[in-house]
């Protein structure tokens, strides 16, 4: 049985609400404790969908975590590790596409606050991604099957 389907599906899932559960949370923290310019969860609509810009952020961040659902199955050791190099890719296109694509600075031209909570964020979302994963997936999913089915008796 193919296992990457699942995977693609399962990560999505992951990436969605680690969206919700880490990134959006951590930046609404950082609001409230006067770090932050504007609260999370934000509706404002956003381009290219013009969609709530949170929707817009769970959708992209079911997209990176369906890539990874499909990449990590070929990952050696805990899932775990994987957490902060997700993140900082999700930061890097963030920084190095997004942004110049949305008409702004590479990296918020430098500006430190900016950068910090986008870091903080992003790789919180990377993290939850890696928690979240194993605990969307099956019990079927989670271990491999071995080779004789177990109603078959040598």
């Known amino acids: 049985m193919n296992r990457s389907?699942?995977?693609v599906f399962l990560g999505s899932v992951a990436g969605a609400l680690s969206v919700l559960l880490f990134h959006q949370t951590s930046l609404q923290i950082l609001f409230w404790i006067g770090l932050a310019p504007q609260p999370a969860f934000r509706l404002a609509h956003v381009p290219p969908f013009f969609m709530p810009m949170v929707v817009s952020l769970t959708?992209?961040?079911?997209?990176?975590?369906?890539?990874?659902?499909?990449v990590?199955?070929?990952l050696p050791g805990r899932l775990i590790w994987y957490g902060?190099?997700?993140?900082?890719?999700a930061l890097a296109m963030s920084w190095f596409v997004f942004l110049p694509l949305k008409g702004l600075p590479i990296a918020f031209g430098g500006d430190v606050?900016?950068?910090?909570?986008?870091a903080m964020a992003y790789l919180l979302w990377g993290i939850g991604v890696t928690v979240l994963l194993p605990l969307v997936f099956p019990r079927r999913i989670r271990r491999p099957r071995s080779a004789t089915p177990p109603h078959v008796h040598a």
């Open 5 to 7: 389907p699942n995977r």
């Open 59 to 70: 959708f992209w961040g079911a997209v990176y975590g369906a890539l990874f659902g499909f």
């Open 72 to 74: 990590s199955i070929r």
């Open 84 to 89: 902060i190099p997700l993140g900082l890719a």
């Open 113 to 118: 606050a900016p950068m910090a909570r986008s």
